[in-house]
């Protein structure tokens, strides 16, 4: 198993520009499926991008597409998510998760993940 924890949230204007870390520990990491999730208040829980186990493969939501990167360094044990061009709607807590996977496509449903951090605020001040 793997434990994860979440940085680098906070408070940016519209336009700017954010990036998440979340740093795991126990397992082997590179042997999981790495993904992002973002929950508003009052709102389920969505899948914002996702990447497996090499990083040699990644999926995003529609919503932020040719915005956001996620990326990782299996050396570091950190997957990273860099958030440009913030808009309010981007405003949610966002959680890190793990999916031991060694599928070529990274997974992007809730239920596909076992593992989660706590959570990291990001709000988008217009």
């Known amino acids: 198993q793997i434990q994860l924890v979440e940085s680098g949230g906070g408070l940016v204007q519209a336009g700017g520009s954010l990036r998440l870390s979340c740093a795991a520990s126990g397992h082997t990491f590179s042997s999981y499926c790495m993904g992002w999730f973002r929950q508003a208040p009052g709102k389920e829980r969505e899948f914002v991008a996702a990447?497996?186990?090499?990083?040699?493969?990644?999926i995003y939501a529609d919503s932020v597409k040719g915005r956001f990167t996620i990326s990782r360094d299996n050396a570091k044990n950190t997957v990273y998510l860099q958030m440009n061009s913030l808009k309010p709607e981007d405003t949610a807590v966002y959680y890190c998760?793990?999916?031991?996977?060694?599928?070529?496509?990274?997974?992007?449903?809730?239920?596909?993940?076992?593992?989660w951090g706590q959570g990291t605020q990001v709000t988008v001040s217009s």
């Open positions: 990447i497996n186990w090499s990083g040699g493969s990644k």
């Open positions: 998760a793990g999916s031991y996977s060694s599928a070529y496509l990274p997974r992007t449903r809730r239920d596909q993940y076992y593992y």
